[in-house]
DNA sequence: TTAAAATAGATGCAGATGCATGAAAATACA
DNA sequence: TGTATTTTCATGCATCTGCATCTATTTTAA
């Protein structure tokens, strides 16, 4: 059934979407697992906090952070909530916008980061970087970026 | 921060990393809105379905289809659950280990995966392959299968 | 053979996600 | 200007996931 019409690609494009699936969880779990293992909150605690410092204390916009990290609405909404709830950043009202907040790293966000950052490299450099050399991880990349939106 | 310790990688391997986990869960999210647009189940019920068939009738053990889908262990029996009371697979006793079940593919489930088959592979053909050629596509899947287990 | 360890699977509970929808403000445009 | 549309964010509800733990059975090994 798999492949039985136009089958001018390699190996199946079945195949090959089915592995970036597995291939991209597994990596991921297993990052996830040690970083837990450590007592750390989820990645995308991390990833948050990561693009306000990148805002470098300008703050963001709710709806950025959702552009940014390609999440849905509602999830950025709650995820924040609960960083909020952990005191790891603040939230105020967007001044020049009614509708929209604001969101802001707290010292103990980026406190957060810097814990965070040697436990999460490490366990990228040893489930993901050491299968792969540095000319492949770019190849990786150039083709991973063809699939971005 | 990031890039500061023996930067050798190209062009940084949080990079990669962080594309790895952009591109495939964007790709993911589309297919399975295009599905659920169609009133499908979600992704993991083919994927379940698809391994049953591939069984060809013998059936499978539930730890089977947690080791070829990774997928942790309670996840895996509340699947089957789901499948059971939708009816698309049937659960029995293992005949030869009495710790253990054996899942079987049902005619509503091989009708199922019928039915999804064109809608799931239109979409992977659009969100996916539709970014890659042919030779992309064999490098992206050879330096994937450096990631898996 | 019998006791300890490992394996298969289920499940209660808390927390997270997805969906649909709501409220409030900004923007478009007639 | 006034109304319709869009944008921003929150939330009730159902479902799903993760964790810890439990039972039952099989395997190991003393």
Redesign the pocket.
């Known amino acids: 059934m798999t492949g039985n019409l136009k089958d001018r690609h390699f190996p199946d494009v079945m195949e090959c979407w089915a592995r970036l699936q597995r291939s991209s969880g597994a990596v991921l779990?297993r990052v996830?697992?040690r970083l837990?293992a450590e007592g750390f909150?989820?990645l995308?605690w991390y990833d948050v906090l990561l693009e306000l410092r990148r805002a470098d204390g300008v703050g963001l916009?709710?709806?950025?952070?959702?552009k940014r990290m390609l999440?849905?609405?509602?999830?950025?909404?709650?995820?924040?909530?609960?960083l909020v709830g952990a005191s790891y950043v603040d939230?105020r009202r967007?001044p020049?916008?009614?509708?929209?907040?604001?969101i802001f790293l707290r010292p103990e966000g980026e406190a957060l980061l810097e814990r965070m950052w040697p436990v999460y490299r490490e366990a990228v450099e040893t489930e993901f970087a050491a299968h792969l050399d540095d000319e492949e991880a770019e190849t990786l990349w150039k083709l991973l970026g063809k699939l971005l939106p």
Do not use: F, W
């Open positions: 779990s996830e697992v837990k909150p989820p995308g916009r709710p709806v950025d952070i959702e999440l849905a609405q509602y999830n950025v909404s709650r995820l924040i909530e609960r939230k967007a020049d916008d009614g509708r929209g907040v604001m």
